[in-house]
């Protein structure tokens, strides 16, 4: 039996799954957590993947690591960390995309060159930050990577001058482009000030070194090109994950470019591209309610179901810690509608409706981009609550499928570290079970009123966040 390791460096936690090559079966798996905040020691990283991948590593012929995107490693001359890496979601640079953006040609122009409109989240406008706010920390800095990028330098024993990143991670810079296929150093001298030290941009199969114990590195990627890879995802196909940020993307063969800065333009993890919407509230936003109305998991849930649609009235606008799509960094959560007559359940249901409501702005925005969904599958920690499955067709309009519960971006890793291993053009062909099918319609009055009441608290509280 070949296997090979895939790994998730996210967030919140490092996940290593042991997976056989060819058939893509699961054999073992492991997990350790890394500290909490929106800034991080890079060593944290580490010290998670030899804790989850202790006693699994060692028995891989090929690994990869999929990693959270954007996120900043500054490095100086002798490739020691300058500073904590700051994440992706970390918003303290939202002034400097804004200025960024004034100063040099506007959205549109960013969006041609990079296919992003900036935002805090990009690590352009950290390193921007990074620059005006620590210029003794932005002198020592020789080069600079992402979290995965790191990790796969970690793991091959090589020095930033030999590090390598993919197309998918490199597409989340804000100093790429996905439809050249090049950097555009001119944006990263804008950023800070002058050139950098990049990691080189590998093929979606190629090998770019060795482990100590001999196991080939495939250039890994970012957690949701992961993510796509790991379910499979054709052109056409849209995925929903909802975990710590709530993410809509999908595959296309051809390079998304929206000035508005709804859509990021991402590259997949195959050669083609993965146009993306993300928000910072998705699976937190359920969790802070389950603790304001003190209920465990399924309480909640009944709680939802137990209310009418439309919750009685209530709508939230779920920007509890800012908000990347729309860009409302300094954004707060609002709660409109309450009345006497409210009830526990309304408030549970107007959680879920508020957080799913979100993500359905993101499939419209995919669609004004040419990305209609021909098919859409609801994945992440959130997507095993009951009340989000049976809302989410009702929200989204459409039917929606549920993928058998796994670890999406550590599956993708393993795909991707299969493929490296094999040298065959194409990754292999594997299957995970049977998705379970949610019937959805925009039709009915109640699924009209909850969509309605959501764009009008959005649209209305607009003005605000150009106050604040």
Not at 101 to 121: I, R, Y
Not at 283 to 307: I, K, M, N, S, Y
Not at 410 to 431: C, E, F, I, M, T
Request: hydrophobic share 45%; net charge negative.
């Amino acid at each position: 039996m070949t296997l090979v390791a895939g790994v998730d460096s996210s967030t919140q936690s490092t996940k290593v799954l042991l997976v056989e090559a060819e058939t893509g079966e699961i054999v073992d798996s492991g997990r350790a957590s890394h500290p909490d905040g929106t800034e991080c020691p890079p060593d944290a990283w580490w010290e998670a993947l030899q804790e989850a991948g202790k006693g699994l590593l060692e028995r891989a012929e090929a690994v990869a690591v999929a990693g959270q995107q954007h996120g900043m490693v500054a490095l100086d001359a002798d490739d020691r960390v300058v500073r904590p890496a700051l994440l992706w979601n970390d918003t303290r640079s939202a002034p400097q995309a804004e200025r960024l953006t004034a100063e040099h040609g506007g959205p549109e122009s960013w969006a041609a060159d990079t296919g992003l409109v900036l935002a805090a989240s990009f690590t352009a406008t950290k390193l921007a930050w990074l620059a005006e706010h620590e210029p003794e920390h932005a002198a020592r800095t020789a080069s600079v990577m992402l979290p995965h990028d790191w990790l796969t330098m970690k793991l091959r024993g090589a020095t930033a001058a030999e590090a390598t990143t993919d197309r998918s991670d490199a597409s989340g810079t804000g100093y790429w482009s996905p439809r050249t296929g090049a950097y555009v150093p001119e944006r990263l001298v804008q950023a800070f000030g002058r050139e950098l030290v990049l990691p080189r941009v590998a093929a979606p199969n190629e090998t770019v070194g060795r482990t100590p114990w001999g196991a080939i590195v495939a250039p890994g990627t970012g957690d949701n090109a992961g993510a796509a890879l790991g379910l499979g995802l054709g052109p056409g196909d849209v995925a929903v994950s909802l975990g710590t940020s709530g993410t809509v993307f999908g595959v296309s063969d051809v390079p998304a470019n929206d000035p508005s800065g709804l859509v990021a333009g991402f590259a997949d993890a195959t050669g083609r591209f993965l146009p993306l919407v993300c928000t910072l509230n998705a699976a937190r936003v359920l969790d802070t309610f389950r603790t304001l109305l003190g209920v465990d998991h399924a309480e909640f849930d009944a709680l939802a179901l137990a209310a009418a649609p439309g919750a009685g009235g209530l709508t939230l606008l779920p920007y509890l810690d800012g908000e990347r799509t729309p860009a409302r960094p300094n954004a707060t959560g609002v709660l409109s509608g309450l009345t006497t007559g409210a009830t526990r359940a309304d408030l549970a249901r107007a959680a879920v409706e508020g957080m799913l409501s979100a993500q359905a702005d993101g499939l419209a925005a995919m669609a004004a981009q040419g990305l209609e969904a021909a098919r859409v599958l609801l994945i992440g920690g959130a997507a095993a609550s009951q009340a989000v499955r049976r809302i989410a067709p009702t929200v989204f309009g459409v039917d929606v499928e549920v993928p058998p519960a796994a670890e999406y971006v550590a599956l993708g890793a393993a795909r991707q570290a299969a493929w490296a291993l094999s040298g065959r053009d194409q990754p292999p062909q594997w299957k995970h079970g049977d998705t379970e099918r949610l019937t959805g319609t925009a039709s009915s009055e109640s699924s009209r009123r909850t969509v309605e009441q959501y764009a009008t608290l959005r649209d209305e509280t607009s003005s605000w966040a150009k106050h604040r």
